[in-house]
C-alpha cells in the first residue's frame, strides 16, 4: 500500500491567497483526520471525517478553514484567506473502523509557508 | 488542564541505558493509548498502542498503563543512537475524538 499520500509537500504562498491541501487515505481506511503542528502548539487536530461525514470540527481555527470529503479517497483542507499566522505543517492521517480502535497512519505532511 | 501532558524534555541517556517516556491524560474515559515516534521534519509513526491495564512488550519498547492513575509510560531499552526523536503519547476516546501531547524530546548520545 502507498500509505497515505498528501500534496503538495511544500507551498510557500502570499498573505490574502487561497490555499488548497490534499490528501489521499490509505485504501479502505473510513475515518480521515487533519491535523496541524507548530513548535508553540504542537499537533492539533483540526477536523476529522468518519466514512466521508465531517464528525467534529472544533478544531477548524475560524472560518477561513474549510475542509470536504466528496469521496472516500480524497480529501481537501482549504484556507481561504490565508495569513502568516497559518504557516505550519499540515498532516492527514487515516484509521479502520475494523483494525484496532483509534491506530491512525500518518501521511508526509505539507509544508506551508505564508508570506 | 490539557487532555494530555508530557514533560518536553530534552530526555538525554547514553547509549545502551533504558529511556523512560512518561504521559498523563485527564478523562477517565478514555480508552485506547498511542505512542508515535517523530523524527525531525518527517510524520509521527505509530509505534505502540495499548488498551488494557498492564505492560506491552514490542521489542526493545515496552508501553505500560495504569488507569486508575491516568499514567502511560514508555521504556525503550537498550537505546540507540537511532531513537534520538520526539515521542509523542496519544490518547483517544469514544467516537474518534483523538488528543496528542505536546510530546518528549529523546537524544541518545554515543
Known amino acids: 500500500d502507498a500509505g497515505v499520500i498528501q500534496s503538495p509537500r511544500h507551498e510557500v504562498t502570499e498573505m490574502g491567497q487561497e490555499v488548497t491541501l490534499r490528501c489521499k487515505p490509505i485504501s479502505g481506511h473510513n475515518s480521515l483526520f487533519w491535523y496541524r503542528q507548530t513548535m508553540m502548539r504542537g499537533l492539533e487536530l483540526l477536523i476529522y471525517f468518519n466514512n466521508n461525514v465531517p464528525i467534529d470540527d472544533s478544531g477548524m481555527p475560524e472560518d477561513r478553514f474549510s475542509a470536504k470529503m466528496p469521496n472516500a479517497s480524497f480529501s481537501t483542507l482549504k484556507i481561504q484567506p490565508s495569513e502568516p499566522r497559518d504557516s505550519a505543517v499540515y498532516f492527514c492521517a487515516s ?15 505539507t509544508r506551508l509557508t505564508v508570506l | 488542564q490539557k487532555e494530555v501532558e508530557q514533560n518536553s524534555g530534552p530526555l538525554s541517556v547514553p547509549e545502551g541505558a533504558i529511556a523512560s517516556l512518561n504521559c ?24 505502540m498502542s495499548i488498551y488494557s491495564n498492564g505492560d506491552k512488550e514490542d521489542g526493545r519498547f515496552t508501553a505500560q498503563l495504569n488507569k486508575a492513575s491516568q499514567y502511560v509510560s514508555l521504556l525503550i531499552r537498550d537505546s540507540q543512537p537511532s531513537d534520538s526523536a520526539t515521542y509523542l503519547c496519544a490518547v483517544s476516546r469514544a467516537g474518534n475524538q483523538f488528543y496528542f501531547g505536546t510530546g518528549t524530546s529523546l537524544t541518545v548520545i554515543p
Open chain 2, 24 to 47: 498523563t491524560y485527564s478523562d477517565r474515559g478514555s480508552q485506547s493509548f498511542f505512542w508515535y515516534r517523530q523524527y525531525s521534519g518527517k510524520s509521527p509513526e505509530l509505534i
Open chain 1, 95 to 109: 484509521s479502520s473502523s475494523g483494525g484496532p480502535q483509534g491506530e491512525q497512519f500518518f501521511g508526509p505532511g
